[in-house]
């Protein structure tokens, strides 16, 4: 995206986020998004030169969100280990309450649109922001595993979010046995 005017970038993803929950995904164009924006398509190709540029960056605004969200949950924790699964729990349970984000990573309709956020480096760059606060002082408390690269504990993280976004557990059936279950898979791999 080249620099724009704040207010244009504004309306442009407002557009896009309403299409994307009126028609779907992939069923949305640059033209329906231009047409809700009240903007040329060629105006619309000056900001995002394509229909993934477009998702990625609409997504994004979704995921800070939600990185807002989460952030503010996990004031209330000091350990890294229990911000690493409540952060995790918190997305569990926003996720599908973010109509465009449950379309993304929660249901089986547009898995093209998770491939896109995924190649994007998208997903790396908001698990970064979000986990570097529990990475560095974990680390600064010599906590991390030293085979654990922030990259792979991103990648890890994302993994289980999306067994449990798109596969419901059989057994998992409250919030305790499903913070019992995240605190089992993810410190032991993640910390000391």
């Not at 908001?126 to 974990?138: K, R, S, T, Y």
């Amino acid at each position: 995206m080249i620099d724009a005017k704040p207010d244009q970038v504004v309306s442009i993803l407002a557009a896009a986020r309403r299409c994307y929950l009126a028609n779907g995904i992939s069923a949305t164009g640059m033209k329906d998004v231009a047409a809700s924006a009240d903007l040329a398509r060629s105006t619309l190709y000056r900001y995002f030169p394509g229909r993934d540029d477009l998702l990625v960056a609409t997504i994004m605004e979704e995921m800070i969100e939600l990185n807002d969200c989460i952030r503010k949950r996990l004031a209330r924790y000091p350990h890294p280990a229990d911000q690493v699964v409540e952060g995790l729990l918190v997305a569990i349970k926003e996720i599908p309450r973010r109509p465009l984000l449950h379309a993304v990573f929660a249901s089986e309709g547009d898995s093209r649109a998770r491939r896109v956020i995924w190649s994007s480096g998208a997903i790396v760059s908001f698990g970064e922001e979000l986990m570097d606060h529990v990475i560095q002082p974990a680390r600064d408390a010599d906590l991390l595993q030293d085979a654990v690269r922030p990259e792979i504990l991103i990648e890890w993280v994302y993994r289980l979010l999306l067994s449990f976004l798109t596969l419901p557990s059989n057994w998992v059936k409250s919030d305790v046995q499903l913070r019992a279950t995240l605190h089992a898979l993810l410190v032991p791999v993640l910390l000391k």
